[in-house]
């Protein structure tokens, strides 16, 4: 049996229904899991895996304002959708709303520098979303 692993898809532009209309940054597999408790929830392991992503390869800029995160999960070769994030950034202010976790929320505002790729500001929004 495959093990489960959550996917991490991230976009160029805002998601209405057509992947074809966004453009793909990257794609990012794997899983986490932490051994002195119980398994992390979507965005705490999403946050974990794209740490350890940001640590060893170079990931894009952002290229526009807006910009689409889908995180889900793969087991046994098929994907179940856990989350979405619609995310705004500009002028170093970016934060997202959430599908996904009922009802639909909002993250709070994160700040960036021009210099910071698109997996760190969505970890930043991230952050946001796992208790500290």
């Keep these: 049996m495959r093990e489960k692993v959550l996917k991490i898809s991230i976009f160029a532009g805002d998601y209405f229904g057509d992947l074809g209309e966004l453009?793909?940054?990257?794609?990012i597999e794997g899983s986490v899991t932490?051994?002195?408790?119980l398994p992390f929830e979507a965005p705490?392991?999403?946050l974990r895996l794209l740490e350890m992503c940001s640590e060893k390869y170079a990931t894009p800029h952002l290229s526009q304002?807006?910009?689409t995160v889908f995180i889900g999960r793969e087991i046994e070769f098929k994907?179940?959708?856990l989350l979405r994030?619609?995310?705004?950034?500009?002028?170093?202010?970016a934060s997202a709303s959430v599908v996904g976790i009922p009802p639909i929320c909002y993250t709070e505002p994160v700040t960036y520098s021009p210099d910071e790729?698109?997996?760190?500001?969505?970890?930043?929004?991230l952050t946001t979303?796992?208790?500290q």
């Design 79 to 81: 994907v179940t959708p």
């Design 65 to 67: 304002r807006c910009f």
């Design 23 to 27: 453009t793909r940054l990257l794609d």
């Design 85 to 93: 994030l619609d995310g705004y950034a500009h002028n170093g202010r």
């Design 44 to 46: 705490e392991e999403a």
């Design 34 to 37: 932490p051994d002195d408790r």
């Design 129 to 131: 979303m796992v208790p």
């Design 117 to 125: 790729d698109v997996v760190e500001i969505v970890r930043k929004i």
